[in-house]
T-cell receptor
Framework: RKEVEQDPGPFNVPEGATVAFNCTYS??????FFWYRQDCRKEPKLLMS???SGNEDGRFTAQLNRASQYISLLIRDSKLSDSATYLC??????????????FGTGTQLKVEL | GAVVSQHPSRVICKSGTSVKIECRSL??????MFWYRQFPKQSLMLMAT?????????EQGVEKDKFLINHASLTLSTLTVTSAHPEDSSFYIC??????????FGPGTRLTVL
């Protein structure tokens, strides 16, 4: 079983739609969680951190359920510019210091006119 | 956010040659840098953790003699793909860990081995 699992999509949605992505992780020792965005042939860029209390940044809302080891991302009022691959990322602090990020395969979003 | 650069951005080489990729943190000192590889339609896979002044830590399945990592200063780590073969063609991305443990990614290097 992969450490971080995501539905690869693609999700094709019309502009203005609301779309939700889900992610599950297997390592209960994981300590922090993120959503990254990756455009085609580019490096990943941090979209937002994810907290158990839920957090919102404009049109984006992220949620973490530690008991279920489940992370979600909700995008409201989708824009064409939201088209990208969204990566679920889990961070673990290593014994002796340092940290390790584990990436999901990503969920592809295509927003259409 | 912090800036991490990679050079070259793209390289095409013949099978059997060695290719060196540089990763620099431009506005902070990074004691730890990470090297990832991403094949088409797959996730980023961590190859190794590069620690300044010491040997890199390689992930399981990554050949340390094939992927040589040097982290000689707090702002520079290099990855050398030795005797590259077509199956090594991939997108190689580095990241640098800030003093607050946040990772900043370089723009990546696309390697094509003919």
């Amino acid at each position: 079983r992969k450490e971080v699992e995501q539905d690869p999509g693609p999700f094709n949605v019309p502009e203005g739609a609301t779309v939700a992505f889900n992610c599950t992780y297997s390592n209960s020792a994981s300590q922090s969680f993120f959503w990254y965005r990756q455009d085609c042939r580019k490096e990943p860029k941090l979209l937002m951190s994810v907290y158990s209390s839920g957090n919102e940044d404009g049109r984006f809302t992220a949620q973490l359920n530690r008991a279920s080891q489940y992370i979600s991302l909700l995008i409201r009022d989708s824009k064409l510019s939201d088209s990208a691959t969204y990566l679920c990322v889990v961070n673990k602090i290593l014994t002796g210091g340092g940290n390790k990020l584990t990436f999901g395969t990503g969920t592809q979003l295509k927003v259409e006119l | 956010g912090a800036v991490v650069s990679q050079h070259p951005s793209r390289v095409i080489c013949k099978s059997g040659t060695s290719v060196k990729i540089e990763c620099r943190s431009l506005d902070f000192q990074a004691t730890t840098m990470f090297w990832y590889r991403q094949f088409p339609k797959q996730s980023l896979m961590l190859m190794a953790t590069s620690n300044e002044g010491s040997k890199a830590t390689y992930e399981q399945g990554v050949e340390k003699d094939k992927f040589l990592i040097n982290h000689a200063s707090l702002t520079l780590s290099t990855l050398t793909v030795t005797s590259a073969h077509p199956e090594d063609s991939s997108f190689y991305i580095c990241s640098a860990s800030s003093p607050f443990n946040e990772q900043f990614f370089g723009p990546g290097t696309r390697l094509t081995v003919l």
